[in-house]
């Protein structure tokens, strides 16, 4: 913090968050990454990455400072980068480069390189350079951004997010003449969300036999507005693909490009895919047994469940079949419409 | 509201609410009931119903005064209650008697005698001799504070609270191993509490075969210090009281005569038997059959659903054989430890 600027560190990485959480959803194999540069107390330009093959955030700020400012606005300027820079030559040179060339003085991110081989080198490379270095600034909620891209660069493996509607007693299934929906217009807007900041969509044989569901974002007009595109939708079948009927919307809607499916029940080769698609998000939209089976395998990392406010003593539990219990931590209920969303992690150690 | 008060009539009732909240769970087969006497803008003094046989709040209330004040504070004061003031011959004196014999010259209540023939009754009464009377203040939280009393004046039948703990995936069971109890110190504390406030619970044969529960307050230096009982408690099962051990603790601790066997699993029967022994709120804390024969027979009022933070997919659901689904209304989410309390009232007009 340069002695004339009345904010702190944490305050300019805020804004710097809130520009990475405009990304979410859309930057995948990259992380969603918000950028801030800050001269005497005041923000001189700001930006984010917006997909894959275009700039980084940093790059995107210091455009923004050309666009707005003088090139000299940047000299002796701080950026704050909820990422650790890259430094290394990507789709696009390195950001370490960038921050050189610019004459910007001080660095500031909040999470390191998920990469160990990568990380802190960003940090060295600019302190030999002469640049302060500072880390570690809202560190949980940085973290927090790219769990997804860690979890792909760590393990090979997609970040899952188990999404389920059920009743306040676990049960998914209506009686017989009422309405398929168990929860209210709203928690359908934000299943709608979820599906938005997802890269791809698993739901079962049997949810696809039974429902027919198109799995897809309703708002058209917003991916043509962010370039997102539909989320991959996959279908996992615990028979061969001829068990699925042809003519589900999934097959025949004009994202049928976007389908593909997955034999004998087979989850880790079906996520291998998705991550062969540049998948780092993916959402399980399933039936009990489908989740258990996530759950189970130590694959699922989150949920996502919407209760109801009704009890229905249905047959169908929202998750079934699991062989031992899990632990959820860091739960957060929220209500919506008239429903409650719980939002947790799942805790592997508990497994 | 004399015009030299500071204060509303719905801030003077909610002191009355206050105290007669220090009756829920002592006062069956009464109703608990606050009052506070006024005079100038000042609190001259206040009381509450503390159990069947002993003075009304009003008349608590106008002793309060009479310890503290002289006789003539009382002239032209006025007096809030929570519920109607009694207009008939008790077990004590009609309190509007008591009212017109120490001057009062203002009567504000919150809710009306449930009983449709005495509804209005001191009003009028009170009235014709001169006092003037308001209605319907907090009339909401004044009618809430009655409901078991209500229930029981207009059906004969008492308040029931189905109380469960139950995994995110509404099973009661754990695996084998594990601790028996699904939720934390915290829930368990806060059950006690509704045991508080209850005149009976009720549980199940096989409840009492596979867990064998004491179902008691286990504060006995609060119970001492209240005069509060422990709750009856009323074992449903299916078969005759033969089947059930006689070894089991409600069987053998020193509360056994406060121990009911309802055979053949007739609950309308067992809920009559807890009507004559003045018992108004009902705990059920049963299995998961149990509960759903409660809520198919339209017997249940409300729910409160202890959830653990866990997928258990255990093989024992909360709530079992349901004809039909309920809907619940006024839904409030309370954390409590790790876990979550959800209290609900039966919405009887979904069944």
């Not at 291998?272 to 989740?291: D, F, I, P, Q």
């Amino acid at each position: 913090m340069s002695s004339n600027d009345p904010f702190t560190d944490e305050d300019w990485m805020q804004l710097a968050i809130s520009e990475a959480q405009k990304g979410v959803g859309l930057t995948a194999p990259n992380p969603p990454v918000g950028a801030v540069i800050v001269k005497d107390g005041m923000m001189i330009g700001k930006g984010w990455h917006q997909c894959a093959g275009k700039p980084h955030a940093e790059r995107e700020a210091i455009a923004a400072v050309k666009q707005n400012h003088s090139l000299e606005a940047m000299i002796g300027a701080t950026i704050y980068v909820t990422l650790e820079p890259c430094s290394t030559q990507g789709r696009t040179p390195p950001c370490t480069q960038g921050i050189l060339d610019h004459g910007i003085k001080r660095v500031v991110y909040g999470a390191d390189d998920p990469n160990p081989d990568h990380a802190g080198r960003a940090k060295s490379l600019l302190e030999e350079a002469g640049v302060s270095v500072t880390t570690g600034i809202c560190q949980a909620e940085c973290i927090d951004l790219i769990r997804p891209f860690s979890k792909a660069q760590l393990t090979g493996l997609p970040w899952i997010i188990l999404k389920s509607a059920i009743s306040l007693d676990g049960k998914i299934t209506r009686p017989p003449g009422e309405s398929q929906w168990l929860t209210s217009p709203e928690s359908r807007q934000h299943v709608q969300q979820l599906r938005y900041t997802s890269d791809a969509i698993i739901t079962g044989g049997n949810t696809l036999r039974n429902d027919d569901p198109a799995l897809t974002i309703r708002d058209e007009a917003k991916l043509k507005q962010t370039g997102k595109k539909q989320p991959w939708r996959m279908i996992i079948t615990r028979g061969d693909a001829s068990s699925l009927s042809q003519s589900s919307q999934v097959f025949t809607d004009r994202y049928q490009d976007r389908t593909l499916v997955q034999e004998n029940g087979d989850l880790l080769q079906a996520l291998k895919k998705l991550v062969e698609k540049g998948c780092h998000t993916v959402l399980v939209e399933a039936g009990g047994t489908l989740m258990g089976a996530f759950i189970d395998a130590g694959l699922a990392d989150e949920v996502a469940i919407f209760y109801a406010p009704m009890i229905t003593g249905g047959d169908m539990p929202g998750f079934a079949g699991l062989e031992r219990e899990v632990s959820l931590r860091e739960s957060k209920f929220t209500q919506i419409g008239d429903d409650l969303l719980l939002s947790a992690f799942i805790d592997q150690t508990s497994l």
